[in-house]
Each structure stands twice: as structure tokens, then as C-alpha cells.
């Protein structure tokens, strides 16, 4: 028999299906937590340098932030400019050497920052940008690597290295000493959420029968929508980056227990040979099914010699690209995969430039989600292409109208609160 005929006669959606992807979304969360926290951590509150105008001995600085417009000059130096008489020109004079003095935060909104911690403004507002970058690299760097080591080691294996990488090296990242050393740490946590959240989808697909692949597959976005919202609350509550940092990482110690309650790829078996193991791992997900399988019952793979098996050629991500055909549909589906990362965290991690709450915005950015995701379940099924068509259109006009705001439109009062 073939996977999906057996899938059919076990369940393809039972009481093991279901089980399993309660342990695939739960990381979803946490996933969601490392992908957008930058905006918090990384996010630059008001600052003013204090070169010509120390404050008073024994006491602390009081600077009306909400009175003054901060810009860097080209050679990289700050300036302030009132923005009434009543306000004093605190940075005044700065030469190319940049903030002699200090910088002054504000800390209405956050605490501290990795921006606050280690003064990436002005002429070292580029390295900050630089983090980001190196974050979404090591999403590309993880998703090449373990893509290709979950197909030679298994998805169960890699998903569980991948947590316990994300764990280790996130925690670590809340202790950085430096600010290279936090970008190095979060580079690897950004291998880490490609390793997971690719294999967890494929893992889960994996063992689920055809008539409810696709309900399955988008259960996961739900998870990572609602990681999205939940982020928004804990940042509100937490407005220390490392102490923030460390509040979403940690969580991934409970997870060890993923070591014996997650189960292998019993296609992934197959594919590599290993039809007895996948055949016992069948059983056990047919008992728990209620659905014992025959006692004959044997996989179609048994049938191929070891002749047959030996030439077999491996595919590579040449063949994504080497008949017409496929390399007209893989260019399609790459161009849609870039404009709609392109678009999609282009505006998720730049909600700090929106002009209003930025804990609000991120909620109601994950709360969109949510019936974004329950409209593909009505449209999936019905036709592929009308439905991406819809949804690129509808996404690309409401971008392109954005031109028509006028400069400074903004919710009045609500980018302090």
C-alpha cells in the first residue's frame, strides 16, 4: 500500500494526528516571540546628547523629549532643535567626533534598549540596521541548512536541535556583552527559526491525510498569529530588552520533553528505507487511532529490490529549475515569495515609524491575522490561483494608497501612551 492509502485506513486526521500537532504549535509561539521582538528590543526611543549641557551635580537629567525634534547631520552628529522657546538646545556645537557628552534616553516608553545600551544613533545608527540584517540572514542561512540536513537526519531530529539551539542561544543573547556578540547570538536564533518551523510543518503534513492536509497545515499559522498578539502584552509588561529577551527564550527549556513524546516522519522512514521502523510507528498511530491496521498489510517500498533503490538518482535544488516548465513555476513561486516576505516584515518590524502606540500596533497587527488565515481556508480549496491573485492585489493597492497620506497624519496623543 501506498502512505496515503494507509493514512486513510488509520485516520488521516485522528486522535494521533491531533495530538501531534498540539506539540508542533506550541513552538509556534515562541517562534513568533524570536521573529518580531527586534521591535522592541532594537527600537530607538527620543535621545539628546548631552555635550553642552551637563546636568547639575548629584542630580539626573529631565529633558522634555516630547519638545524636541532630534536629526543626525551628514557628517553623523546629532542636533536638537526646539520645537518652542521654553526648550533648551541641549546638543548645540556637536563636531564631526559626534556625542562627546553621553547620550540622554527617554524612558517613557521603554526601560532600555539595545539602541540605549550601546548608543546606535546617529553615526552608529547603522549598526543597529546591520543586526536586523544578520538576523534575517541566518533565516536563510537555516532554511538551506536544515532543509538539507532534515531530509538526510529526519524532521523530528532537526526540530528538536533546532529548540534546543533557539533556547540556548536566546537566553545567551540577554546576556551579550557586547553588541556583536548579541548580533552573533542572534543570527544563529535566526537558523534556529527556520529549522523548526520548516520541518514542524513538514513533519505534520507528513502524517496527515490529503482530505485535511491543508486545514492542518494552516492550524500552525494560528499559533504563530496568536504569538504574534501575546508578544505585544509582554513587551508592554516587560520594557527591559534583556529582561524581555530573556522572557521569551526561557520558555524553551519545557520543551525537552519534545525527546519522547515526538514522533519521527514515517514518510521521511520510508523514503530513506527504513519501512520496518515506519511500519511499527504505523501501528502504534493506528492503536492510538482506534484504528488497528491488518496484520498484511505491507508498505509499497518493500516491493523495490536493493538493485532498484541503488539507482535511484537524488534530486538536488537544481531540479526546482532544470525542465521549462518547472523553472517557469519556480520562478513564479520564488518572485511571490519575495514580494510577500518583502511586504509582510517590511511593515511587521517597522511598526516603531507608524506614529502611535507601538504595543497597540502590534496587536492589532497578529488580531489580523486571524481572520486573514480563516479566509484561506474558504478560498484554498476553491482556486489556488484566483485566491494568491486576490490577496497580491489586494495587499499591493493598500500599499500603494499609503502614498496618498499626507506627511505627518498620525493618531494624535497615542505614540506616548
Not at 521573529?35 to 539628546?48: G, R
Not at 509582554?234 to 519545557?254: C, E, K, M, N, T
Request: charged share 15%; aromatic share 12%; net charge positive.
Amino acid at each position: 500500500m501506498k502512505f496515503d492509502d494507509v493514512l486513510k485506513e488509520i485516520g488521516g486526521f485522528g486522535r494521533f494526528q491531533k495530538t501531534l500537532y498540539i506539540w508542533i504549535c506550541l513552538p509556534q509561539i515562541l517562534l513568533a516571540f524570536h521573529m518580531f521582538v527586534s521591535i522592541f528590543t532594537s527600537a530607538v526611543p527620543p535621545h539628546l546628547c548631552l555635550s553642552t549641557w551637563p546636568p547639575p551635580a548629584g542630580q539626573e537629567p529631565n529633558f522634555n523629549f516630547s519638545q524636541v525634534e532630534l536629526s543626525c547631520s551628514a557628517g553623523g552628529s546629532a542636533q536638537a532643535h526646539p520645537s518652542n522657546s521654553s526648550t533648551r538646545a541641549v546638543s548645540e556645537g556637536l563636531g564631526v567626533g559626534g556625542c562627546q557628552g553621553g547620550w540622554e534616553y527617554s524612558k517613557e516608553i521603554f526601560h532600555s534598549t539595545v539602541v540605549t545600551e550601546w548608543d546606535l544613533v546617529c553615526e552608529n545608527a547603522t549598526l543597529n540596521n546591520i543586526g536586523s540584517s544578520i538576523y534575517m540572514f541566518g533565516l536563510l542561512v537555516g532554511a538551506v541548512l536544515f532543509g538539507a540536513l532534515s531530509d538526510k537526519y529526519g524532521r523530528r531530529t532537526i526540530i528538536l536541535v533546532g529548540l534546543a539551539l533557539q533556547v540556548v542561544f536566546g537566553v545567551g543573547a540577554a546576556f551579550a556583552p557586547t553588541f556583536s556578540i548579541y548580533i552573533m547570538l542572534r543570527f544563529v536564533v535566526g537558523t534556529t527559526i527556520s529549522a523548526v518551523i520548516m520541518n514542524a510543518f513538514v513533519l505534520g503534513t507528513e502524517w496527515t491525510g490529503l482530505k485535511h492536509r491543508m486545514l492542518a497545515g494552516i492550524i500552525t499559522d494560528y499559533f504563530f498569529g496568536f504569538g504574534y498578539i501575546l508578544l505585544a502584552g509582554v513587551a508592554y509588561l516587560i520594557r527591559d530588552w534583556r529582561h524581555l529577551q530573556l522572557a521569551i527564550s526561557a520558555p524553551g527549556f519545557l520543551f525537552i520533553f519534545y525527546i519522547w513524546v515526538l514522533p519521527k516522519s514515517a514518510r521521511w522512514l520510508m523514503a530513506n528505507q527504513k519501512n520496518e521502523e515506519a511500519l511499527d510507528l504505523i501501528r502504534k498511530a493506528a492503536l492510538v487511532n482506534g484504528n488497528p491496521l491488518r496484520d498484511d498489510i505491507e508498505l509499497q517500498q518493500d516491493h523495490k529490490s536493493a538493485k532498484t533503490v541503488k539507482k535511484q538518482r537524488k534530486h538536488t535544488v537544481i531540479d526546482l529549475v532544470r525542465t521549462p516548465k518547472m523553472r517557469r513555476q519556480s520562478l513564479i513561486v520564488f518572485y511571490l515569495w519575495f514580494v510577500n516576505v518583502l511586504v509582510y516584515y517590511g511593515l511587521s518590524l517597522n511598526i516603531s515609524d507608524f506614529g502611535i502606540n507601538i504595543y497597540l500596533t502590534q496587536f492589532i497587527f497578529g488580531l489580523v491575522e486571524m481572520p486573514a488565515r480563516t479566509i484561506t481556508l474558504f478560498t484554498l480549496n476553491r482556486s489556488r490561483q484566483i485566491s494568491q491573485l486576490a490577496f497580491l492585489t489586494v495587499g499591493g493597492l493598500a500599499c500603494l494608497l499609503t502614498i496618498f497620506i499626507p506627511d505627518g497624519e498620525s493618531l494624535s496623543g497615542a505614540s506616548h501612551t
